[in-house]
């Protein structure tokens, strides 16, 4: 029994404090966009120069396209035959990939200003802003009486 105060008071002091969590003041969001695209290109190749002879016993012949000629000609009973390729610039298409890359940062931060509103007015002290108003005029005119009384020892009111 002789416990029970010091447990009690005890119990009070604690149950007393409160545990709050403060809310996160600032928040920072990374967001990456990459967007990638293909653009066909065009490279050029250069083809190597080849030159060739064959020798047979055949007739005479010439042979030629865009990539190489070819000659064929009898000498001495046998058939001389040459092939030549040409210089040419061939374009070939190329798919090449392009990415871009592009990070947007978001900060959020929370700006926590104290704005102090006055308390709205109660019944009692709005009643004595109309009235004051009024309650100073009279005492105007009352003081306004009273000079002109003593100034000019004038009696406007009789009573």
Known sequence: MRYVLPLLLLLGASACGTVRMLPVQDSTRVEVRVEREIVVDTAWV????IVEKVVTLDTVS?????YAISEAEVSGGRLVHSLATKAVRE?????KEIVYRDS???RDR???EEIRVERELSWWE???LR???WCLLAVLLIVIYLVIK????LNLFKL
């Open 131 to 133: 009235v004051g108003g």
């Open 126 to 128: 709005s009643f004595r």
């Open 46 to 49: 250069e083809l190597p120069v």
């Open 91 to 95: 374009p070939v298409l190329v798919e």
């Open 104 to 106: 947007v940062v978001f």
């Open 150 to 153: 003593h100034l000019f020892n």
């Open 110 to 112: 929370v700006a926590r």
């Open 62 to 66: 010439v042979l030629e396209n865009k």
